[in-house]
């Protein structure tokens, strides 16, 4: 059964510092691994996907990397910004959608 | 290109009651999946319909049922509510099946209180 970790579960850090969150999956035979935000109170918002042939994604500030091997991926988020507080949250697919508990990031200005 | 809509936003039963929470996917994804998030458990999986067909089912009791129309929206419904089932219900669309090589998509969920 996969299961699907994030550590760590929270991290304060002053703007503009760099940081990585990490998640690590059990099982490395997954289609794709998406990464999403979530503010409190509301749904998630797709951040990244990455194929399952990938290595890494890009967008903005962020990247994504993947190793099926090793079942890990970190997100990188470069300069933070007080506006990325959120949870943040992977999701693996392999024959169903597994969800890590969340990493609860706050960027204090 | 309009998102995943869910509605109501917020709703307030009394334990017994029954409520419906509807899902519109994105315009072509024809699949729904719905979750159940709350505090202590997270986000937990409850089903997953896929051209009007319930393709997954997570573990929840009988009292959580859904099902999909023609033009893929879909609506879940809760019987005989408990103080347990207050939580924010989140749904996702996507091209294909979750669980596969596609995208997820997650609405603004609905957040119920039984009270």
């Known amino acids: 059964k996969q299961e699907v970790t994030q550590i760590p579960a929270a991290l304060s850090v002053p703007e503009g510092e760099n940081l990585v969150l990490n998640c690590s999956f059990t099982d490395s035979a997954i289609y794709n691994l998406q990464w999403f935000r979530q503010d409190p109170g509301k749904g998630l918002t797709s951040l990244l996907l990455i194929q399952s042939s990938q290595r890494e994604q890009t967008s903005g500030r962020l990247n994504a990397s993947l190793d099926k091997s090793s079942g890990r991926s970190t997100l990188y988020i470069a300069a933070s910004q007080p506006g990325d507080s959120a949870t943040y949250l992977c999701a693996v697919a392999a024959h169903d959608m597994r969800f890590g508990a969340g990493t609860r990031l706050t960027v204090k200005p | 290109k309009a998102g995943v809509t869910q509605t109501p936003r917020y709703l307030i039963k009394t334990r017994g009651q029954q409520v419906t929470l509807s899902c519109s996917p994105i315009s072509g994804h024809r699949s729904v999946s719905w979750y159940q998030q709350t505090p202590g458990q997270g986000l937990q999986f409850l089903f997953e319909?896929?051209?009007?067909?319930?393709?997954n089912k997570g573990n929840f009791p009988g009292r959580f049922s859904g099902r999909q129309f023609s033009n893929s929206r879909s609506e879940m419904n809760v019987s005989t509510l408990e103080l347990g089932d207050s939580a924010l219900y989140l749904c996702?669309?996507?091209?294909?099946?979750?669980?596969?090589?596609?995208?997820?998509?997650f609405g603004q969920g609905t957040r119920l209180t039984v009270v």
């Open positions: 996702a669309s996507s091209l294909a099946l979750q669980g596969m090589n596609t995208e997820a998509f």
């Open positions: 319909y896929f051209s009007e067909t319930q393709r």
